[in-house]
T-cell receptor, first 112, second 111 residues
Framework: DVKVTQSSRYLVKRTGEKVFLECVQD?????MFWYRQDPGLGLRLIYF???????EKGDIPEGYSVSREKKERFSLILESASTNQTSMYLC???????????FGPGTRLTVT | DAKTTQPPSMDCAEGRAANLPCNHS???????VYWYRQIHSQGPQYIIH???NNETNEMASLIITEDRKSSTLILPHATLRDTAVYYC????????????FGAGTRLAVHP
């Protein structure tokens, strides 16, 4: 069974902290994505990666960075967390020849 | 990517067919229609996709009109576990497989 796992389901951090959200997929997928989901705003794409060490900005990259050192792992980094980054963060992966994205369970991040 | 329009909410009785409509009047020839759903507190889940022919799998059926300007997702025998937000997404084959999620339709299946 295909799997996308995220490092935490719930996370509470303080304003100004550096935050790492980890995502791992076991399907050998080339593409990986980070979204955030907020009430009334739906899912919005933050960053995506189509290969190791490659990254592209999504629709709302400000305040975030990413790292993909290995094919199976895609990390989202909040350099200095702010309260407006309180959200549900979702990771997904897919092969290059399809839009069938597999999503992880999500990390609910609260920044206080 | 073409925009989609879906009703914000729908109700369905358990055991009946749920028919979820989607309008995508600006769809172009190489764009596919994808459907996902998101059950509360979970990540979205892929359901089905199609280009111009009707498609069926173990979860649902997808009916695309001949002019491709609209489609309907059919859950033939809805259960309480089908209560979710359903997203209709149009995407062309190529690029980096980015999906643009709209607001979706909140389907409530009731006993």
């Amino acid at each position: 069974d295909v799997k996308v796992t995220q490092s935490s389901r719930y996370l509470v951090k303080r304003t100004g902290e550096k935050v790492f959200l980890e995502c791992v997929q076991d399907m050998d997928h080339e593409n990986m994505f980070w979204y955030r989901q907020d009430p009334g705003l739906g899912l919005r794409l933050i960053y995506f990666s189509y290969d190791v060490k490659m990254k592209e900005k999504g629709d709302i990259p400000e305040g975030y960075s990413v790292s993909r050192e290995k094919k199976e792992r895609f990390s989202l980094i909040l350099e200095s967390a702010s309260t407006n980054q309180t959200s549900m963060y979702l990771c997904a992966s897919t092969r290059t020849d399809t839009y069938e994205q597999y999503f992880g369970p999500g990390t609910r991040l609260t920044v206080t | 990517d073409a925009k989609t329009t879906q009703p914000p909410s729908m109700d369905c009785a358990e055991g009946r067919a749920a028919n979820l409509p989607c309008n995508h009047s600006t769809i172009s020839g190489n764009e596919y229609v994808y459907w996902y759903r998101q059950i509360h507190s979970q990540g979205p889940q892929y359901i089905i996709h199609g280009l111009k022919n009707n498609e069926t799998n173990e979860m649902a059926s997808l009916i695309i009109t001949e002019d491709r300007k609209s489609s309907t997702l059919i859950l033939p025998h809805a259960t309480l576990r089908d209560t979710a937000v359903y997203y209709c997404i149009v995407a062309f084959s190529g690029g980096y497989n980015k999906l643009i999620f709209g607001a979706g339709t909140r389907l409530a299946v009731h006993p």
